[in-house]
Nanobody, 122 residues
Framework: QVQLVESGGGLVQAGGSLRLSCVAS????????MGWFRQTPGKERDFVAA????????YYADFVKGRFTIARDNAKHTVYLQMNSLMPEDTAVYYC???????????????WGQGTQVTVSS
């Protein structure tokens, strides 16, 4: 069972930046495309960004294009999300998961990590 541990969240002012990290426990990490999702209370998790298993292709939700950058380091089993020009509406708990594309990006793993809270003040 792959375990995912997210970190890097925090409180930041609007316009600021944060870099999130997600470390996976399994070597099979390198076989999967990886993605970031975010969730606010009472709402479903929304797709944010994805990266192919090799890191050669990236995909973004429209609301983060040009502001967020996803990257991965397969040697470290880690996927990153660099978030710039943060806005109060980016406030959410951010999660990572292995992903696949079926009409839209879907998480593969049934279990999620604890997530990391991002709070953007205005």
């Amino acid at each position: 069972q792959v375990q995912l541990v997210e970190s890097g969240g925090g409180l930041v002012q609007a316009g600021g930046s944060l870099r999130l990290s997600c470390v996976a426990s399994a070597r099979t990490f390198t076989s999967y495309a990886m993605g970031w999702f975010r969730q606010t209370p009472g709402k479903e998790r929304d797709f944010v960004a994805a990266i192919s298993s090799s890191g050669g292709r990236t995909y973004y939700a429209d609301f983060v294009k040009g502001r967020f950058t996803i990257a991965r380091d397969n040697a470290k089993h880690t996927v990153y999300l660099q978030m710039n020009s943060l806005m109060p509406e980016d406030t959410a708990v951010y999660y990572c998961n292995a992903v696949t594309y079926l009409i839209s990006w879907k998480p593969i793993l049934g279990s999620w990590g604890q997530g990391t809270q991002v709070t953007v003040s205005s």
